[in-house]
């Protein structure tokens, strides 16, 4: 049996911002705690948000003690607000640090049996839905406001730690390209290759199916198509990522990822690398190493981002077009070749221990080992 979650709604499209009065408004939610991350405020990103509560007379509370890589922290400082707040609901507003606060938050007050953050980690069975979210994405990378996955840092352990919890699931998403318009072009490239990484990760992830197979192979073409287009500035590029890396998250929330996640997460944790860059480093490796327990699926990947003849290649063939395409793709955005400034060798071990535990590792393809795990660290130092 395979189960599949999405949003109750979602609303597409720029101004797609002028839905979140309705949708509160018509659940009879009246006080809204909006998280968002200090640099969206100071930029004014936030301030389109709450025009559009200021003009619908909605209460709201401001919380912006996020950090790019959330930590326990942050969670334990959100719930807090959210009481003092008497809110009843939340407007997560960025990037998948935004969004993944407002998650833990969400669910902790509606479970606090559950206010040790830790307690999270995984595939919980939480006993009731969070409190309403409602999701905004500010990137074109995380689809966190699809997911039914968070992920929250534990500085005291050096580590991220994965939930997955279908009662998380933000009940609205608003994508509207307006609200990513003022992405650097950095910042454009990483999350953008976050979410390739979605939908290949999720296309060959071992559980994946049928139906997932089908939203994975359109992001990546979607993805492979506007990328370039979106880190240039075009209009048409950022609506093509905007709606690709959503299709991606609609995919893999609900079948998994595999180790280039596994990977990345530490390197978050302990460098501090955003999320997006360190998966686009690792990609074209792990492919490489994932692509004998892939069967035919690197040549659909290949067609999804534009090599051509795909069809009379053999599998090596198609298997290695899919891998340079990738790192085609990565290497016009700008990403890094390489982990040489990020990986000091002394933390290989710890690293590599941390992506075995991982709650993404089991659903690689290729069942790796530890010694796998460092062997693609170093060769990408």
Request: with cysteine; glycine share 8%.
């Amino acid at each position: 049996m395979n189960r599949f979650v999405l949003n109750e709604t979602s609303y597409h499209g720029a101004g797609a911002i002028e839905a979140i009065a309705p949708e509160i408004k018509k659940r009879k939610l009246t006080k809204v705690l909006v998280c968002s991350d200090p640099d969206l405020v100071k930029f004014k990103v936030t301030d389109k948000v709450l025009a559009v509560l200021d003009k619908a007379k909605i209460a709201y509370s401001l919380f912006t003690g996020i950090q790019a890589n959330p930590t326990i922290e942050n969670v334990l400082d959100g719930v807090a607000a959210f009481k003092k707040a008497k809110a009843d609901c939340i407007v997560a507003i960025g990037g998948g640090s935004a969004m993944d606060t407002a998650k833990a938050v969400g669910i902790i007050i509606a479970n606090p049996e559950h206010e040790d953050v830790r307690s999270l980690e995984g595939a919980v069975d939480t006993a009731n839905p969070s409190v309403p979210v409602i999701a905004v994405p500010t990137t074109a990378g995380t689809a966190a406001e699809v997911t039914i996955n968070y992920v929250i840092t534990d500085r005291e352990k050096n580590r991220k730690f994965v939930c997955v919890d279908p009662h998380d699931i933000p009940v609205v998403a608003i994508v509207d390209c307006d609200m990513m318009s003022t992405m650097p072009k950095g910042l454009t490239a990483s999350t953008g290759m976050d979410a390739l990484t979605h939908a290949i990760e999720g296309y060959i992830t071992q559980g994946a199916w049928e139906l997932s197979d089908m939203f994975h192979l359109k992001a990546i073409e979607l993805i492979s198509k506007h990328l370039r287009g979106a880190v240039a500035g075009t209009k048409e590029g950022r609506e093509g990522m905007a709606l690709g890396q959503y299709v991606a998250g609609m995919g893999f929330s609900n079948v998994g990822l595999g180790i280039v996640h596994s990977m990345a997460h530490p390197l978050g944790a302990l460098y501090d690398t955003p999320h997006g860059v360190a998966n686009a480093i690792l990609l074209p490796a792990v492919m490489q190493y994932n692509a004998p327990a892939t069967g035919e699926k690197y040549r659909e990947i290949a067609r999804a981002m534009g090599v051509k003849g795909v069809d009379e290649m053999s599998a090596e063939q198609y298997r290695k077009a899919a891998v340079d395409a990738v790192a085609k793709l990565g290497a016009d955005v700008g990403i890094p070749a390489d982990l040489k400034a990020i990986v000091k060798r002394e933390d290989l071990d710890f690293l590599a221990q941390s992506a075995m535990d991982d709650a993404c590792r089991p659903g690689n393809p290729r069942i790796p080992t530890k010694e796998d795990i460092m062997s693609l660290y170093e060769k990408l130092m």
